[in-house]
């Protein structure tokens, strides 16, 4: 990934639309190694970073596996359902957001008064 980082720095403006799709495709496949090493040596990342696997999944349209992230924690805070339902609606995910916010709502997450 730093050699494609180094590579855009060096063409400027010369970069094309596929040597940026390229570059984020790496980044993508960069996400998936870190998050496979933490599955392999079995590491138990805090809500902080498994927040961020959402999001990285979500963003890259990955979301099958943003889902399978966000219900392995095991005690979720507002941030990771948010990033979750941001995810479902952005990618026009619109049933699955409205259902996450209602099962946010039932966990008890939000009090309303």
């Known amino acids: ?3 494609a980082l180094l590579e855009m ?4 403006i010369g970069m094309k639309f ?3 799709q390229a570059i984020l495709k790496a980044a993508v496949r960069e996400g998936q190694r870190v998050h496979s090493h933490m ?3 079995c590491y138990a990342p805090p809500v902080y970073l498994r927040t961020k696997l959402i999001v990285l999944y979500t963003k890259c349209g990955c979301l099958d596996d943003a889902r399978e992230v966000f ?3 095991p005690l979720r805070n507002v941030v990771p359902w948010t990033a979750m339902i941001s995810g479902y609606s952005q990618r026009g995910c619109a049933s699955e957001a409205l259902g996450l916010f209602v099962d ?3 966990s008890g997450i939000l009090r309303f008064r």
């Open 1 to 3: 990934m730093s050699e």
């Open 9 to 12: 720095a060096g063409r400027g």
């Open 18 to 20: 596929e040597d940026y």
């Open 39 to 41: 599955i392999k040596t």
């Open 71 to 73: 219900d392995e924690i």
């Open 104 to 106: 946010m709502t039932r």
